[in-house]
Every structure is written in structure tokens, then in C-alpha cells.
């Protein structure tokens, strides 16, 4: 019997992937084919802040439906928006779903599961990051509609479910197949710690450090003026990049220890450290560039003195390739600090979030 069939439709399928932030920094790729870094990274995975991708068989080809939304779902206390995407950015969305398509039955069959091929099929998104709220949404969405894609393949919804619980073989497959749409969404796919080399992102075990909370401190919702694509390309001018791949191999290797014994104070002064040479290779490449707005510069003043808030345990502060400064502090002190942030900021916009699992997914209506 053939291990792809062509009964059964499914009903609607979503997948729920988070955002993820970057401890240990992706900059700089040796391959665009497939997004190959130049060197490992590490991240925390959100929770809320996080995409939803549908899809809907159809009689034929592959189209973006936004319709798949009612307009009224949550998760937790964030609304779903529907973004308002161009053209290039469907189609660079719908291409994915197209590899997607074409992988997942290997994927499927590597792991014991059956696959079918849907004649077609309808693809809607909705993030819960506020609209222009400077937060990049490709790694949630990339992530979202690889699981959806994937699910949609499967010749039983339930057992995919399953696998997916259980294995983590077909969570590994699944980031690698995001991987090639957008670099960053393959540590989405699990949580709350994440690494990711070459071609493979897994999850860190043996982590003894609290459960954490990002607070992301808005300092600018302005459109960037230069993509991470761009980044990544224009860092390697810079004479700072001379020796970054050895840099961050080592701080790589920091930070796991660091999660690994708990050692809070040591994450702190990596991730800092961190943040600050992705930001040097920014400002030093040719030509220049920066994410940095006054606000940021000021946030970042505010917390370049740890020995100012000794009766707090030391947060976790980095910025990715935008403006906003995200501060992640032990969940238990969240409020304490977020008091803090507020009384010295006081019109400041914050996003909270904690740490989370992963993607996960759920059909209806079949
Ligand atoms: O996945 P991309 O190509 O959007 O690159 C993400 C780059 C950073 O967010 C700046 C760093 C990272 O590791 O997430």
C-alpha cells in the first residue's frame, strides 16, 4: 500500500508558533540557500507573542486567504491581528508553503507516519504583536505555517499530534524545513531555551536557571530602514567582523553553561556582551548602520549599572535588529521590575511575555 493517499480531507488546520529572542546572536550567513549562519545561536522562546497560520483544503494551487480569521480570537491577553502583507511578502510566504509541501512527506514517512497530498490549499496569518510595534513577526510566521503545512500532509491529523509530542526527531525536521524560509523561525519550533547549528535547532536540556519573562521596552515602531536580510550580508564589511564567528562560538559556549549551572549573573554579562558586538558590527560596516533610536540609547544607559539594582537578581538585557530593548527577568520578579523600568520610563510602551514550549497546532471541523 502507497504511503501517501488522497482521502480524507481535513478541516481547518492552525498552528501556534512564538517568537523567539536571541541570546547568542544569527549574523551572518555562509549560505542565503537554505540560511546557513555563519555561527551557532542560542534563544528564548515566547509565548504569546506568537502566530497563528491556518489553512484550508481547496479544489486547486496555493493562496493567501485572510478570511480564515473571525476577528475575534486571543491568546491570553494579546488580540489576533491580521497583517496587512504586500505582495512580495505573500508570495515569499506562499513559496515556503510550496517547499513545505514538498518536503513533508519524507519528513512524515522518516518518522512512521502516513501522508496524503491536499489538492490544494487556502493560507491565512494573524500575530498577536501589536500592529507596527517594531517586533519582527518572520520567525513566528515561518515557523506557523511550516507546522500547519505539514499537518495539512498528514494522512491522520491525531497521530501527527502525537508525533509531535513525542518526538523529537520530527520537531528537529521541522526546523529545518523553516530554516529555509527564515533563519531565525527554526529555533521557534521548541522551548524555552534553543540552539541551533548549521543546520539543526534543538532544544537545550539540563537547564537549572528560573523560568524567565521578556519585557520589551518599545522605544521606536518606525518601519527599519535595513532588513535582517541585509544585516546579514553587510555585517561581514565591517573590520569588527575579523574573528566574530571564534567570539561567538566561545559566548556559545558560555551562555549553555551558564543556563546549564544556573548562573545567572554570567548569562547576564554574556548576553550583554553580546548584544553590544552585534550592535558594533552594525555601526562599523560599510556603509554604517543603526537600530539605535535615542530611547533605545537611553534604555540602555539605564541598565549599563547593575550594581544599581542589587537587591533584584541581574536581568538579561539584548536587542535583536530593531530598536526595542528586551529586558528578560526571572518570572517571580517580573512585577518588581517592570516597577522599576516604569518609574524611570514612565511613557514607556512594555510588552510582557514569558518563556514558552513551542509550536503546537489544533484542526476543527473535519
Ligand atoms: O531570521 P532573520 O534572517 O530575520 O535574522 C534574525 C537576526 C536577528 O534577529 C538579529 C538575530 C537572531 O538570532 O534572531
Redesign the pocket.
Known amino acids: 500500500m502507497s504511503a501517501t493517499s488522497q482521502t480524507q480531507q481535513h478541516g481547518l488546520i492552525t498552528a501556534q508558533a512564538p517568537s523567539?529572542?536571541?541570546l547568542v546572536?544569527?549574523?551572518g550567513k555562509t549560505s542565503t540557500e537554505g540560511?546557513l549562519p555563519a555561527n551557532g545561536?542560542l534563544?528564548m522562546t515566547l509565548d504569546s507573542l506568537c502566530t497563528w497560520a491556518r489553512v484550508r483544503e481547496s479544489r486547486g494551487g496555493l493562496n493567501w486567504n485572510s478570511d480564515l480569521f473571525r476577528g475575534d480570537e486571543k491568546v491570553g491577553s494579546f488580540s489576533l491581528r491580521v497583517p496587512e502583507l504586500s505582495q512580495r511578502g505573500k508570495e515569499r510566504i506562499l513559496r515556503h508553503l510550496s517547499r513545505v509541501l514538498e518536503e513533508a512527506p519524507a519528513i512524515l514517512s522518516q518518522v512512521g507516519l502516513r501522508s496524503r497530498v491536499p489538492q490544494g490549499l487556502e493560507l491565512g496569518a494573524a500575530n498577536t504583536f501589536p500592529a507596527a510595534s517594531g517586533i519582527?513577526s518572520?520567525?513566528s510566521s515561518f515557523a506557523a505555517v511550516t507546522w500547519a503545512g505539514v499537518a495539512a500532509c498528514a494522512d491522520s491529523f491525531s497521530d501527527f499530534q502525537k508525533a509531535w509530542q513525542t518526538s523529537s526527531e520530527l520537531r528537529r525536521f521541522l526546523a529545518k524545513l523553516s530554516r529555509k524560509g527564515?533563519?531565525?523561525?527554526c529555533?521557534s519550533m521548541e522551548g524555552p531555551w534553543v540552539r541551533w547549528e548549521g543546520q539543526d535547532a534543538w532544544r537545550v536540556s539540563g537547564t537549572s536557571v528560573p523560568d524567565y519573562t521578556d519585557l520589551v521596552l518599545l522605544a521606536g515602531k518606525e518601519e527599519k530602514e535595513v532588513s535582517?536580510?541585509e544585516?546579514?550580508v553587510r555585517v561581514t564589511t565591517s573590520p569588527l567582523w575579523q574573528g566574530r564567528v571564534e567570539r561567538a562560538t566561545a559566548r556559545l559556549g558560555h551562555v549553555e553553561s551558564a543556563l546549564i549551572t544556573g548562573d545567572i549573573n554570567a548569562l547576564a554579562e554574556q548576553v550583554w556582551q553580546e548584544s553590544w558586538e552585534?550592535h558594533s558590527l552594525f555601526h562599523t560596516a560599510s556603509p554604517p548602520f543603526t537600530y539605535w533610536l535615542p530611547r533605545s540609547v537611553d534604555i540602555l544607559r539605564f541598565f549599563a549599572h547593575p550594581q544599581r539594582f542589587q537587591d533584584l537578581p541581574r536581568p538579561v538585557v539584548t536587542m535583536?535588529?530593531g530598536p526595542n530593548v528586551h529586558v528578560l527577568v526571572p518570572t517571580a520578579f517580573a512585577q518588581q521590575w517592570r516597577a522599576q523600568i516604569e518609574s524611570a520610563f514612565p511613557h514607556l510602551e512594555i510588552l510582557e511575555d514569558r518563556c514558552g514550549k513551542g509550536a503546537r497546532g489544533w484542526s476543527e471541523g473535519q
Do not use: T, V
Not at 527564515?182 to 523561525?185: H, K, L, N
Open positions: 523567539n529572542i536571541a546572536k544569527y549574523m540560511n545561536s534563544s519582527a518572520s520567525a527564515s533563519g531565525s523561525s529555533r535582517s536580510s544585516a546579514h552585534m535583536d535588529a
